[in-house]
């Protein structure tokens, strides 16, 4: 399955993958299939920097612990950096 | 330093009035210091203790941003009970060291308080601001 990654705010992430944007292709169908490849390609450190939110499409919140949350071949992913406080 | 104009400024200080009692966030945006833009953003916390902001609206404002070729220069929240200082829940969340954190303190109704800071992995920086007519 072909995933688009974008990242938004997350330098120590793009450093890790080398951009802002990359095309993937992962087995499976879920985000914690996408995670699983993510650590797989690029190690823990990466799974370090992920203090963020995650849409897809844009549109849809995908919550960091929903590990099921089907994906489709095609979609894209956007990672950003969590802007939150108290 | 910080430059705001005065619209943006009052305009700000009103989204935390609209907000109370909960928080209100957003995103200050312009070049070298100077605040041209600012976008408020949704609370999807919803809460008078943290704020977290909408990530779709917050992919709007990078994309805007983007596009207009401007830099994000604060991010802005408001405390509507509490004291204009970083809380420890801002210390723990400030994934932007490199932009300042604008906090409106709404404790006292009728005298708002709004102070930046600079939020470091091991100090917090006050930083100014300065309003322009």
Not at chain 1, 30 to 56: A, N, V, W
Not at chain 2, 3 to 18: D, F, G, S, T
Not at chain 2, 50 to 70: A, G, T
């Amino acid at each position: 399955m072909k995933i688009r990654l974008k990242l938004v705010g997350i330098q120590e992430m793009e450093q890790l993958i080398g951009g802002r944007e990359i095309v993937l292709q992962m087995e499976g169908s879920t985000f914690g299939d996408l995670l699983s490849h993510l650590e797989e390609t690029y190690g823990r450190p990466l799974m370090k920097c992920l203090h963020c939110q995650i849409l897809r499409n844009g549109k849809e919140w995908i919550r960091r612990d929903n590990l099921t949350y089907p994906l489709q071949d095609g979609d894209h992913v956007t990672f950003l950096q969590m802007m939150g406080g108290g | 330093m910080i430059r705001i104009p005065q619209l943006i400024y009052q305009r700000m200080v009103q989204h935390a009035r609209e907000q109370w009692p909960l928080e209100c966030c957003g995103v200050l945006c312009g070049k070298d210091g100077i605040v041209k833009k600012a976008y408020e953003v949704q609370n999807e916390e919803g809460s008078s203790v943290r704020y977290l902001m909408s990530p779709r609206e917050q992919l709007k404002v990078f994309e805007e941003m983007e596009k207009e070729s401007i830099d994000m220069i604060a991010i802005y929240h408001s405390h509507p009970h509490t004291i204009s200082f970083p809380s420890e829940t801002d210390v723990k969340l400030a994934f932007y060291p490199e932009v300042a954190s604008v906090i409106i303190s709404l404790k006292e109704e009728r005298n708002p308080v709004v102070k930046a800071f600079r939020i470091g992995k091991e100090a917090i920086y006050l930083e100014e601001i300065v309003v322009d007519p």
